[in-house]
């Protein structure tokens, strides 16, 4: 499988860059919700998906 360039900037960042960013858009106070950040951001696209299960920290504060 051969990549092809992307369009996007985001996609030229490397993973650990845009894990950061998906770590910084954590509430800092207060429980999840079904709009929490870790939910949305691995359904954007592939490689997002991708980066954001590879994060722990995205996923530490869930309570079930």
Known sequence: MTS???IYPIHRLPPEL????F????PKI???N???APLNISSVCMS?????ISTPPL???IHI
Not at 18 to 21: G, N
Not at 23 to 26: C, D, E, N, Q, V
Request: aromatic share 12%; glycine share 4%.
């Open 23 to 26: 770590i910084s858009s954590l």
């Open 4 to 6: 092809t360039p992307s």
């Open 59 to 61: 996923w530490s504060r």
């Open 34 to 36: 079904r709009n929490w």
């Open 48 to 52: 997002w998906r991708q980066i954001a």
């Open 18 to 21: 845009v894990a950061h960013i």
């Open 30 to 32: 207060g429980r999840p």
